[in-house]
């Protein structure tokens, strides 16, 4: 089984490489870009039976810093 | 009295710190990351500058998870003094010894020069070879030395008197310019400034000296 850990900057933490990529859709012509977030996506590849509070007890020790990132878990 | 330099693979500040520490009279061994124990009767444990396990995850986040960090926390908790630089200090905020978290530089660059430092307090073993006020001059080499943390948290710093050094100017984007913090029982300190690189006056500056010298004083004392 499988699972997928997307990790995001909290909101009101500056991204400042989401601002940067921002920045540069702009000069490259893509009008109306007024926000860009940048994260992470983990996939896991799990035994069998592994369940979602242990992924997020993975999310929680390692995987995202909660004082920082904000974390969200797709299982399947 | 004795420090001890944690050695991560990736770190490549420890002999610089060893020296600092040994300069100023201290016992110095040095430690690796897979040790279980710090050798008996350290004083103090130095956590390095450098990109342990290759900065991989986050800064820091491997290292916290690393079998010495399991010793330095029990170190904090009998009481210990620790030294985190750069590196060290990330390592300090990934293992939850000290509150907070460091973001890539606001300018996205990795930032190499000396910095102006403001002593904001000279109240622990660190810092009380200073003023409080004094500005002193040390380097800065990070690309993720962005102080972050909420506004309840760098409230209690400042409240408590834990903020040990302000950039005076902030070359990185740290929330209220905090280039160093201390635990709340004050021996734990995390900068992001090297006082190991201006420790001699070959390094073309000495005012990271007094740094050690402090330690050591306040050590030998206990």
Request: aromatic share 6%; glycine share 12%; net charge negative.
């Amino acid at each position: 089984m499988k699972a997928r850990v997307h990790v995001m900057l909290k909101a009101g933490v500056l991204d400042p490489q989401g601002e940067v990529v921002r920045h540069a859709l702009g000069a490259m012509g893509f009008d109306g870009v007024e926000g860009v977030r940048q994260g992470k996506v983990i996939d896991l590849e799990l035994a069998d039976g592994t369940t979602e509070d242990q992924v997020r007890e993975m999310c929680e020790k390692l995987l995202a810093n909660t004082v920082i990132e904000s974390y969200s878990i797709e299982m399947g | 009295m004795k420090a001890a330099v944690v050695v991560f693979p990736g770190s490549n500040c420890d002999r610089d710190l060893a020296v600092a520490f040994r300069q100023a009279g201290f016992d110095v061994s040095m430690v690796w990351h897979k040790d279980a124990d710090l050798p008996a009767g350290v004083d103090i444990v130095g956590v390095p500058g450098g990109f342990s396990y290759g900065d991989y995850l986050r800064c820091g986040a491997i290292a916290a998870q690393s079998t010495i960090c399991g010793a330095i926390k029990a170190h904090a908790e009998r009481g210990g003094y620790i030294l985190g630089v750069c590196n060290g200090f990330q390592v300090l905020t990934e293992t939850k010894l000290l509150p907070g978290a460091l973001l890539r530089n606001a300018g996205l660059k990795y930032i190499c020069k000396t910095v102006g430092l403001r002593v904001e307090t000279s109240n622990s073993v660190f810092t009380e070879g200073y003023n409080a006020g004094d500005v002193i001059s040390i380097p800065i080499a990070h690309h993720d030395g962005n102080y972050f943390a909420d506004d309840e948290t760098l409230a209690r710093l400042a409240g408590e008197d834990r903020v040990a050094f302000r950039y005076t100017e902030n070359p990185n984007g740290s929330r209220d310019d905090i280039a160093g913090i201390l635990s709340e029982n004050r021996r734990v300190l995390g900068m992001m400034p090297h006082p190991e690189r201006a420790a001699d006056p070959g390094h073309g500056g000495t005012d990271g000296a007094a740094m050690f010298r402090a330690m050591a004083g306040a050590l030998t004392e206990a």
